[in-house]
């Protein structure tokens, strides 16, 4: 099956319908997609997404100073959209995260260079979601788990807070490794276009033009070397969210939420 969702205003949204899971059967389509920054999708992309699709909840992850820096975007102003705000970084301000009084740029806008163990540099970086942000990331996949239509979860270029939060939503439903790995690194198929379109915003722009096109390249290592981190020390990712409140109820939901 084609995974990809073309839109005239995101250029990264896909299906997370067609992966093999471990008992052999396949998660099915239009129940979970993911995507870029939907700032700029068209009145015929919102309706393709909303009537066609039935988007119903969409996700998500970017920090405050993104939403505000960039504003509203056209899906805020749909009804039958609900819309959970779950950021992954650990913004400043005095109030919660939705209410910051302040902008800290070096702290809550991606891609900005952090002190992070040099021999496992990404997998420390998507650690740090879960780190910084645990109560987030387990409400993200709640929300994604929701079975009133369709779930989009995005960031600005859908490549690794969207990454993170999608492998972990495979894991829970039983998804291959393998097939977790492939989803993942699908990103660099539309990455050029993905870096276009966010230089085009003064958000993104000035980080994105210090560093190399290739440094953005989702490489297989990165996410598996993360998974090998919650391995490790969790027994699994199912493990790190059963720590932080996750319950058997909760991977039933996201399990029938892709699979029934």
Known sequence: MTRWI??????????LG?????????TRPGRILRADNLQGLTERDVSRLVGELKLRHVVDLRSTAEVVLEGPGPLTRVSEVTHHHLTLFAEGGR??????DSIDAERVLPWQTRQLDEDLRMSGFYYGYLRDRPEAVVAALRAMSLNDGAAVVHCAAGKDRTGVLTALALEAAGVTREAIVEDYTATGQRLELVLRRLRASATYRDDL??????????RARYILQFLSVLDDRFGGPLGWLKQHGWSS???????NRLLA
């Open 95 to 100: 109030h919660t995260d939705v209410e910051a």
């Open 249 to 255: 109820a909760d991977t039933d939901a996201i399990r």
């Open 6 to 15: 073309e839109l005239e205003g995101a250029v990264n949204v896909r299906d």
């Open 18 to 26: 067609g992966l093999p899971t471990l008992d052999g059967g396949v």
């Open 209 to 218: 033009d210090s560093r190399p096109a290739d440094d953005h390249m989702p």
